[in-house]
């Protein structure tokens, strides 16, 4: 099934390279067909959420992306960043403990659940950013309630400029830019993005949980009854 017509939501996981959100932006507008961000969403910490912000909108480099590639207006606001908070309602520094990992995966799954609540929007995930467990949570989160029409993205770099603090997109007059003393010129610089498969279980399971560890046992006990229904 084919979703066409809709609005275009963005999903990132970051933490300390705001870069990611900017080249996989970047790598969707410059395709056939370019897709452009009607929302923008980042799932992050309170520390994440500095970083991102002084880079993408301090120093105004997601401004001027949208300026260089004609994209529409792509502003951050409060409404714009997903951070989990502790017992206290305290927004959460980093996902250090099985306690914060837990809080940072009900998070996610609960914000994939009601967005995708919503058939006039399709999703685009990346995984490219932040803890690793926060990917797993963005991408187990799909596999449970993402559409046929949802997508999961991870953004690969050119070594030289993976993670480079310089380097956020392929401008359109190359520039030099310094790495480990050596000065590249980002005309050398290539972005891809990867669509990830993933298995759709959005109407195949009856999930009724609002806890991501509660939603798997509920899934494996009913996939297991039907595989003992069937013995």
Not at 68 to 91: H, K, M, Q, W
Not at 94 to 123: P, W
Not at 157 to 178: G, L, R
């Amino acid at each position: 099934m084919k979703k066409t017509g809709c609005r275009e939501v963005f999903v990132f996981i970051a933490g300390s390279t705001p870069q990611v959100i900017t080249e996989t932006i970047y790598a969707l507008a410059v395709q056939d067909p370019a897709i452009y961000p009607y929302e923008l969403y980042i799932i992050t910490t309170r520390k994440g959420r500095e970083i991102v912000e002084h880079a993408l909108t301090v120093k105004g480099i997601l401004r001027r992306l949208a300026a260089e590639y004609g994209l529409p207006d792509i502003t951050l606001n409060d409404r714009s960043f997903i951070v989990p908070a502790d017992c206290a309602g305290n927004p959460l520094d980093d996902i250090r403990d099985s306690e914060e990992n837990e809080a940072m995966g009900d998070l996610i799954t609960s914000f994939v659940r009601d967005k995708t609540q919503d058939h006039s929007i399709r999703l685009h995930c990346s995984l490219a950013g932040g803890r690793k467990t926060m990917a797993f949570y963005l991408g187990a989160a799909l596999q449970l309630f993402g559409r046929p029409w949802d997508k999961l993205y991870h953004v690969l770099v050119t070594p030289e400029f993976e993670s480079n603090p310089d380097f956020f997109y392929k401008p359109k007059e190359p520039a030099t830019i310094e790495c480990n003393g050596k000065m590249l010129s980002t005309k050398d610089a290539n972005i891809v993005l990867a669509e990830l498969p993933f298995i759709r279980l959005r109407d195949k399971l009856t999930l009724e949980s609002a806890h991501f560890r509660q939603l798997v046992e509920e899934g494996q006990k009913e996939i297991d009854g039907a595989v003992n229904y069937f013995v």
